[in-house]
């Protein structure tokens, strides 16, 4: 029987890859996106095993256990949950709103919280399931000017670990993935100069492809990593080591 992955931020960048690449390697998909329903649509259509997609606000609590509920009745069960939707922001400290602390901590880190609750029931009643949530490096290392992002993926990186301890017993697993300086639409308000100056710190010497984040999930939501929980394996290029 294939398994079904549902993976959020699925319409552009990163989780358009880790879907082309979940397919790939035999998952039904659902794929959660916000905004970009043609481009959630195309990508579906173009995937070779059972492909749905979903409109959700992964910021919602509400609107998450209605999708999870709908996913579920949809493919009968969720063996792999890729919690990837995320946004950016660059802003001094002090300029920080509330409305952009808020909307920051909603999307990338109360959606792993929304997400991974709604899901774990079904995964902890079959004793098995796989969360893999992508964190950041500069949950890791803390980036100037990032702080209410820096902030979101740390707890990330938390929430991981604290739940791979208490849902291991149940079979479950939950690691994080931990990309680097990826190329895709969230690194667009970097100029040339600013993506130059990063690539001149990275020890490979290049940016990062959505496809290199979308390999390491895929290794990670496979049976040869069966005995991994509670990881942050970082996707770098080196830039974290
Ligand atoms: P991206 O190209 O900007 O794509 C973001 C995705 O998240 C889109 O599919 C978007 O959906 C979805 N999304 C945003 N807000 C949402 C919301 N409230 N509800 C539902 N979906 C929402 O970003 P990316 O570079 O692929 O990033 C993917 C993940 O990797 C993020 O968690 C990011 O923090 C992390 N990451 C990226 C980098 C990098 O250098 N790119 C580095 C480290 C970590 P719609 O377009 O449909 O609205």
């Given amino acids: 029987m294939k398994k079904v992955a549902l993976i959020t931020g699925a319409s552009r960048g990163i989780g358009k890859a880790v879907a082309e690449r979940l397919d790939a390697d035999g998952f039904k998909t659902a794929l959660i996106y916000l905004h970009s329903e043609d481009k959630a649509k195309e990508l579906a259509d173009s995937l070779a095993n059972e492909s749905r997609i979903y409109c959700c606000d992964v910021s919602d609590g509400s609107a998450v256990n209605e999708t999870v509920k709908e996913v579920v009745s949809d493919f009968g069960r969720i063996d792999l949950l890729v919690n990837n939707a995320g946004i950016a922001g660059q802003k001094l400290f002090t300029d920080i709103t509330d409305s ?127 005995y991994i929980t509670g990881q942050v394996i970082s996707v770098s290029g080196g830039m974290v080591i």
């Fill in 100 to 226: 952009d602390w808020d909307k920051m901590l909603g999307t990338n880190l109360s959606s792993v919280f929304y997400f991974s609750r709604a899901v774990l029931p079904g995964m902890i009643n079959r004793k098995e399931g796989k969360i893999i949530n992508i964190a950041s490096m500069w949950g890791e290392i803390g980036a100037s000017c990032e702080v209410h992002y820096s902030a979101a993926k740390a707890g990330v990186i938390g929430l991981t670990k604290a739940l791979a301890k208490e849902v291991a017993p149940s079979g479950i697993t939950v690691n994080a993935v931990s990309p680097g300086v990826i190329m895709t639409d969230m690194m667009s308000s970097f100029s040339e100069n600013d993506v130059k100056a990063l690539t001149e710190e990275i020890p490979l010497l290049r940016t990062g492809t959505p496809a290199d984040v979308a390999g390491c999930v895929s290794f990670l939501a496979g049976s040869d990593a069966g």
